[in-house]
T-cell receptor, first 110, second 114 residues
Framework: QKEVEQDPGPLSVPEGAIVSLNCTYS??????FMWYRQYSRKGPELLMY????GNKEDGRFTAQVDKSSKYISLFIRDSQPSDSATYLC??????????FGQGTRLTINP | DAGVTQSPTHLIKTRGQQVTLRCSPI?????VSWYQQVLGQGPQFIFQ???????GRGNFPDRFSARQFPNYSSELNVNALLLGDSALYLC?????????????FGNGTRLTVT
């Protein structure tokens, strides 16, 4: 069993839809949770960064962490074609040595 | 401000050869980490360096080594290349070693081993 499980997709939705991306994990020691966005032939770009459980909102993006269920989510509201990318969840007991999910490939169709 | 810069962007090597990848962190960042991303997978942690000292190492063989210089730039070396070493090698920097400092990635070096 992998430490972090992420559905690789691909996921395709129409423009304007709400997108839900999810990861589960097995290591209860994880305290830091991130979401990165990766465009083709680019490095991962930090989108959201949360510590422990709870919700965090930044514009159209909301990150949720449920440590009791070992489950994290990223919601994208009013999705745009420019949101088309691979989304990577990452987590660790520190913010430095991260364990990544496989990545979900998302396409937003105009 | 310039982001994390990596060189070269692409590299083709033959099995058994050695390769050196270079990374310059964001100005003011003192910690550098290296990750390997195989096609279709998420990045996997290789090394973390802070103030020129190794602060963490992932599950990679001794063929992989790294170092950090006084200006906080870093090099990743891979010896005796195998076909399986073909991947995108990502460098990330953060302000400090502290657990709260998130990583910011460069665009990587794509290594192909033939």
């Amino acid at each position: 069993q992998k430490e972090v499980e992420q559905d690789p997709g691909p996921l395709s939705v129409p423009e304007g839809a709400i997108v839900s991306l999810n990861c589960t994990y097995s290591n209860s020691a994880f305290q830091y949770f991130m979401w990165y966005r990766q465009y083709s032939r680019k490095g991962p770009e930090l989108l959201m960064y949360t510590y422990s459980s709870g919700n965090k909102e930044d514009g159209r993006f909301t990150a949720q962490v449920d440590k009791s269920s070992k489950y994290i989510s990223l919601f994208i509201r009013d999705s745009q074609p420019s949101d088309s990318a691979t989304y990577l969840c990452a987590m660790g007991w520190g913010a430095q040595k991260l364990v990544f999910g496989q990545g979900t490939r998302l396409t937003i169709n105009p | 401000d310039a982001g994390v810069t990596q060189s070269p962007t692409h590299l083709i090597k033959t099995r058994g050869q050695q390769v050196t990848l270079r990374c310059s962190p964001i100005s003011g960042h003192k910690s550098v980490s290296w990750y390997q991303q195989v096609l279709g997978q998420g990045p996997q942690f290789i090394f973390q360096y802070y103030e020129k000292e190794e602060r963490g190492r992932g599950n990679f063989p001794d063929r992989f080594s790294a170092r950090q210089f006084p200006n906080y730039s870093s090099e990743l070396n891979v010896n005796a290349l195998l076909l399986g070493d073909s991947a995108l090698y990502l460098c990330a920097s953060s302000r400090g070693q502290g657990d709260y400092s998130p990583l910011h990635f460069g665009n990587g070096t794509r290594l192909t081993v033939t």
